[in-house]
């Protein structure tokens, strides 16, 4: 069974959509993350859900909406979807200061 | 402020060759943790090592060994006998400690590794 995994793993869309990306982990993990890989491959956080309440927002546009119905999942919606959202986008979780487990990450084009 | 650097943008070596990928942190805190992490051609990201600030004891897994320094803020890695499957992009990692979730990643550094 995959740890982390995030679904879809690839998406290509026109400007302006919408689109979400899910996830889940069922390793029992208490906190749920977004990161985003740029095409330079830095990893910059997004969003962090501590038992499904949000606990890092980093500067983030707010046409990106995280959301979290249980602690084993997290997904993020995208509104509007702009060229420069092209990226490849990381769930993961983690128990307390512990490692983060990464799924495999959501390739994104917006063309 | 928390920061990591990654100076070497990328490393070409030749197989069989050692190779020291550097990470220097910045941070205030007395309690933090450190990471590796490896992300191969495929793309996903593999956990390769934790450290906390407290124990400055240097790890060995295999070809893989960590040198933790706090004395010069640095969490180098090295890969003794390099092999092709080696090539990725390394990122070093640094958490606060009380609690912080937020992993602060590198810029990464890409190894190359050639037959």
């Known amino acids: 069974d995959t740890a982390v995994s995030q679904t879809p793993k690839y998406l290509v869309t026109q400007m302006g959509n919408d689109k979400s990306i899910k996830c889940e982990q069922n390793?029992?993990?208490?906190?749920m993350y977004w990161y985003k890989q740029d095409s330079k491959k830095f990893l910059k956080i997004m969003f962090s859900?501590?038992?499904?309440?949000?606990?890092i927002n980093e500067t983030v546009p707010n046409r990106f909406s995280p959301k979290s119905p249980d602690k084993a999942h997290l997904n993020l919606h995208i509104n509007s979807l702009e060229l420069g959202d092209s990226a490849v986008y990381f769930c993961a979780s983690s128990q307390s200061t512990g490692e983060l487990f990464f799924g495999e990450g959501s390739r994104l084009t917006v063309l | 402020a928390q920061k990591v650097t990654q100076a070497q943008t990328e490393i070409s070596v030749v197989e069989k060759e050692d190779v020291t990928l550097d990470c220097v942190y910045e941070t205030r805190d007395t309690t933090y943790y450190l990471f590796w992490y490896k992300q191969p051609p495929s793309g996903e990201l593999v956990f390769l090592i934790r450290r906390n600030s407290f124990d400055e004891q240097n790890e060995i897994s295999g070809r893989y060994s960590w040198n933790f320094q706090k004395s010069t803020s640095s969490f180098n890695f090295t890969i003794t006998a390099s092999q092709v499957v080696d090539s990725a992009v390394y990122f070093c990692a640094l958490r606060r400690g009380g609690g912080y979730n937020k992993l602060i990643f590198g810029a990464g550094t890409r190894l190359a590794v050639h037959p």
């Open positions: 859900y501590n038992n499904k309440e949000l606990i």
């Open positions: 390793l029992g993990h208490d906190t």
